[in-house]
Nanobody
Framework: QVQLVESGGGLVQAGGSLRLSCAAS????????MGWFRQAPGKEREFVAF????????YFADSVKGRFTIAKDNAKNTVYLQMNSLKPEDTAVYYC??????????????????WGQGTQVTVSS
């Protein structure tokens, strides 16, 4: 079992920044790749970012490429999503998740084994 707890969400103006954190406990965190997804009201959950177990490789959705970065600190059992140049369309509940899927990248939700409870990000125009 892996438990995930997201934090760092909030309300920000367009053009601003937020950093989300996802703290993990349970099984060996460093063995897992991680992803961030988001879900806006009335929409399906969508892939945002992926990072390999080592943190050496990352992958992003086109909608956030160049604005978001993802990082993994295995010593702290934490993965981060740095979000810059935020837009109103980035408003959503953001979820972190763990995957044991070994191919790069894992961009579909069904590839993920464990999920956090989500943190709300609201970007005002």
């Amino acid at each position: 079992q892996v438990q995930l707890v997201e934090s760092g969400g909030g309300l920000v103006q367009a053009g601003g920044s937020l950093r989300l954190s996802c703290a993990a406990s349970g099984r060996t965190f460093s063995s897992y790749a991680m992803g961030w997804f988001r879900q806006a009201p009335g929409k399906e959950r969508e892939f945002v970012a992926f990072i390999t177990w080592s943190g050496g490789n990352t992958y992003f959705a086109d909608s956030v490429k160049g604005r978001f970065t993802i990082a993994k600190d295995n010593a702290k059992n934490t993965v981060y999503l740095q979000m810059n140049s935020l837009k109103p369309e980035d408003t959503a509940v953001y979820y972190c998740a763990v995957t044991s899927f070994t191919l790069f990248p894992a961009t579909t939700a069904h590839r993920y084994n464990y999920w956090g409870q989500g943190t709300q990000v609201t970007v005002s125009s």
